[in-house]
């Protein structure tokens, strides 16, 4: 059991930084460099006492001793000196053993102020060295206080957590066991212990209650890992020990990481622990060696531009999550066996390593069970929903089925401090487990057994428990209404920035002008900033990626995006209205997706105010009522919606690139556009009898780009002009705005006289337009045009630009070749529709219509 004095100077030590030492890390690092230099003084003292002689503080290194330290003799600032030199000094000295000098390697002091560092050092000299378990808890403590690691994926694995894995895995004393990212070396800590434990004559296995069972601990703070029972492991052998301390392995990339490892594992007894300071996906020097157990869990988050690994990896992949478990498996020994914490993504990622990792789980390295953890098992660091794989190919083998275990609640609620609760499904998921690696099966809820060969189906090997549980036919359910303000963290309206307060640069301001109907709008050419200065004057709310924007302004009103991940910190305007969902109920893509239906539009309209222009408060906006289904329900929905809108802008992206391109043989004669057509302008009134019947088109009535003729106006009423144009003409549009509008209609009719009707001569039109239609024609009729206010095609100069000219039969081919390429065009453009339509259906269902 964690004494609570030393807790209690943990927490005295902490509070004494804190106003110099903000950051968590740094602290943790403060005390563990002042504890290990007390803990040396004491080892010291502790030799000579037995009659020995000193092994520290002796030659170069007598005037560091902690005893000196603390002298009444030495001012302040006298003190604050000789321990700066001292850090500096343990770190390079070859008296100090090698263990030391790592954990002392960078060591500093981050503030200057004497008066700090004495009541720090005060309370440091009130711990005394012991490798008792007190010690070693005492200092899993003080690794709780760390937070996210967020900028590496990294989070901090909750200790009942560790212990369930531990149990599941159940290492044994000759095993080789190794973290490949190894933190703070919980997993070895509790691996560790559970040896120990094991092989100790007072331990009774059927009194033993684990810590993710046991009900004392009043957060997931005061969790210890591997509780306490005076276990000594008197059953294990000098051999047995001694292999022990060799066998526990643990690399992480991060130096920081590798001194609190190395401290912890001291602290547990191990004199020289085997911590490495290693980029597990990236190096090859350890690439050959092999464990009979391997706990994580792995950095979820991968550096932009990807992972750059070498090649031995079986899946050829730059995501951080897919090599961590490609790696895992593949160092495992025969009978090895493992247990890793992952990111949703490993379970149902469509993309291609993710299905080749998932397939190489099920049929070769493995994977015997998935459990499925709540996704606030990480608060207060993050709200990432994770899944538990265990490989073990001795069980794998001898079954054709793959145990789901679906844990919903793990003892603490799942707001940010993790009070303890009543409902605890980790130790039925422990007894299903355990009897499943018995083969024997014990139904209950929250297990469901699956066969390998219905997770091969259609070659996903998606492991979505959930996914083969008796479906439900989503269509024909009504999911509870909600209020859209009762499922957010922060649901608050952006801040008033007026224009005196903006800046050239820094803290990015998002107005509502770049929030599109589900999509930001970043036109960075309109960027507005504030400094850090007017953002901490005017208290400002910081928007962070991945948060809801919603516009309360027209045009529509409610309309949202997610905020994107940008190089700078962000705003939003006081127009916007800033959502931050609580993910224990619902996903942001989800209520994303939700934004862009016609029946949330219609929950948003009986709420607008305003009678010319329409908006809506932010306290109406918290009364929208949305539908809520579960969250594994939300994640399918998503997951879906998601397949949808990646054909969609697949084929969007092909649409707006493709262009008519020609290979112009330079042997070609180029003619002046004058020789190959001429202006045919025959004008008619709007009351002529000549033009009557035929149909009209407006300059709306043209799409920019394509030329496509969006409708024809049968009976408009026209009050100017019109020019007569059929099947043969071109039709150009001559205003500034409208130069890529070049139409080649396919009827007879009329049109506004700000189109230029040409007419081809012994040259196939749609071999013409191709130029008609390039921005070199469009910057060469800017650079020729007449009128000033109105800037408008000089049709004379037009007449004059020249164009390749091929053989009539030349042309054709070309033609031919782009109206192929155009029909693949309108096949996407028509695959858009239908996606588009697969969307709004979907959505429409989980709404209920």
């Known amino acids: ?135 070693g808890n005492a200092y899993e403590y003080l690794l709780s206080i760390l937070g996210s690691q967020g900028d590496a994926g990294q989070f901090r694995t909750p200790r009942h957590i560790i212990d369930f894995i531990v149990e599941i895995v159940a290492p044994d004393k000759k095993d080789r066991i190794l973290d490949p990212a190894c933190g703070t070396a919980g997993f070895l800590i509790s691996s560790y212990k559970h040896i120990i434990r094991k092989y100790s004559s007072n331990y009774d296995e059927n009194t033993y209650i684990p810590s993710f069972a046991e009900t004392q601990a009043k957060d997931v703070a005061s969790v210890e890992v591997q509780r306490n029972g005076g276990y000594k492991g008197d059953l294990l052998s ?13 690399y992480d990339i991060s130096p920081d990481m590798v001194r609190l490892s190395l401290v912890n594992l001291y602290l547990h007894g191990f004199s020289t622990p085997q911590i490495f300071e290693y980029d597990t996906l990236t190096y090859e020097e350890r690439w050959d060696e092999q464990f009979d157990v391997i706990l994580a ?94 490989l073990d190919r001795r069980i794998a083998k001898r079954t054709d089925e793959i145990l789901f275990v679906k844990v919903e609640n793990d003892g603490f609620d799942l707001g940010a ?41 259609n070659e996903e090997y998606n492991l979505t428990g959930d996914r083969y549980r008796e479906t439900i036919d989503y ?149 929208v009522k949305i539908p809520l289904p579960p969250l594994e329900v939300q994640k399918e929905i998503v997951a879906e919606l998601d397949s949808y809108q990646k054909i969609i802008d697949g084929a969007r992206q092909v649409v707006e690139n493709w262009k008519p391109r020609i290979k112009i043989d330079p042997n070609w004669p180029k003619v002046k556009l004058g020789e190959v057509c001429r202006e045919d302008k025959i004008q008619i009134a709007p009351s002529s009898e000549i033009g009557k019947d035929l149909p009209y088109l407006g300059m709306e009535d043209v799409k920019s780009g394509t030329g496509e003729i969006l409708r024809k106006n049968v009976n408009p009423k026209i009050k100017s002009t019109t020019f007569l144009f059929d099947e043969r003409h071109i039709l150009y549009g001559k205003l500034r705005p409208y130069l890529n509008k070049v139409a080649l209609p396919d009827f007879k009719g009329k049109c506004t006289t700000e189109f230029i009707p040409l007419l081809p001569i012994n040259s196939l039109r749609e071999y013409l337009v191709i130029f008609l239609r390039d921005q070199k024609t469009i910057d060469y009729i800017m650079q020729n045009k007449s009128g000033t206010r109105m800037p408008r095609a000089d049709v004379k100069k037009l007449l004059e630009l020249k164009i390749p000219l091929p053989p009539l039969e030349i042309q054709k081919q070309i033609v031919a070749e782009i109206e192929k390429e155009k029909k693949i065009i309108d096949q996407l453009k028509e695959l858009i529709k239908i996606y588009e339509q697969k969307i709004k259906d979907k959505i429409k269902e989980v709404w209920g219509e």
């Open 417 to 457: 401090q993790r009070r303890r609760i009543d409902k605890n499904d980790l130790p039925e998921a422990y007894k299903i487990l355990k009897a499943w690696q018995r083969g024997e099966k014990i139904e209950s809820k929250l297990a469901l057994w699956v066969k390998k060969e219905k997770l091969a189906e």
């Open 1 to 135: 059991m964690l004494d609570a004095e030393i807790k209690r100077r943990i927490n005295n030590a902490r509070n004494i930084l804190v106003g110099k030492v903000p950051d968590p890390k740094t602290q943790v690092e403060q005390i563990t460099t002042a504890l290990i230099y007390k803990f040396m003084d004491d080892m010291d003292l502790e030799a000579e006492e037995l009659g020995g002689k000193p092994q520290f503080f002796v030659g170069e290194l007598k005037e560091f001793s902690w005893r000196r330290l603390m002298s009444k003799e030495l001012s302040g600032v006298e003190r604050w000196q000789l321990y700066t030199r001292a850090l500096d000094a343990f770190s390079k000295s070859e008296r100090i053993p090698e263990l030391f000098r790592r954990i002392f390697k960078d060591a500093y002091l981050p503030y200057r102020d004497s008066e700090t560092l004495n009541l720090f050092l005060k309370e440091i000299n009130e711990f005394t060295y012991d490798h008792s378990e007190n010690l």
């Open 238 to 250: 000098p051999d047995d020990r001694i292999r022990l301390s060799k066998n526990i392995i643990g």
């Open 475 to 623: 269509s024909k359910v009504k999911w509870p209404m909600v209020k859209l303000g009762d499922i957010c963290e922060l649901f608050t309206d952006g801040d008033w920035i007026e224009t005196k307060d903006q800046s050239k640069n820094g803290i990015r301001l998002i107005q509502t002008g770049n929030i599109g109907n589900g999509e930001c709008l970043d036109k960075p050419e309109k960027a507005r900033f504030i400094d850090e200065e007017t953002f901490n004057k005017l208290n400002c709310t910081e928007v962070f990626p991945n948060d809801i924007l919603i516009s309360r302004l027209p045009e529509p009103v409610g309309r949202a995006c997610l905020v994107p991940k940008l190089d700078t910190r962000m705003i939003a305007a006081v127009d916007c209205t800033i959502v931050r969902v609580d993910r224990t109920k619902i996903l942001p893509h989800y209520l994303l997706y939700l934004t862009i239906s016609n029946e949330y539009y219609n929950e948003i309209n009986q709420y607008l105010t305003g009678s010319s222009r329409k908006r809506i408060s932010r306290k109406n906006l918290g009364k």
């Open 297 to 390: 869990n792995p950095p979820f988050m991968t550096p932009k531009g990807g992972i750059r690994p070498h090649k031995r990896f079986q899946i050829q992949a730059n995501r951080s999550e897919v090599l961590f478990v490609d790696y895992i498996a593949e160092h495992l020994t025969i009978n090895g066996k493992a247990g890793i914490i992952v990111p949703e993504g490993i379970i149902f990622q469509s993309a291609k390593a993710y299905k080749a990792l998932r397939k190489n789980l099920v049929e070769n390295w493995g994977l015997y069970a998935v459990v499925s953890l709540p996704s606030g098992v990480f608060q207060p660091y993050a709200g990432v929903k994770t899944s538990i794989l265990f």
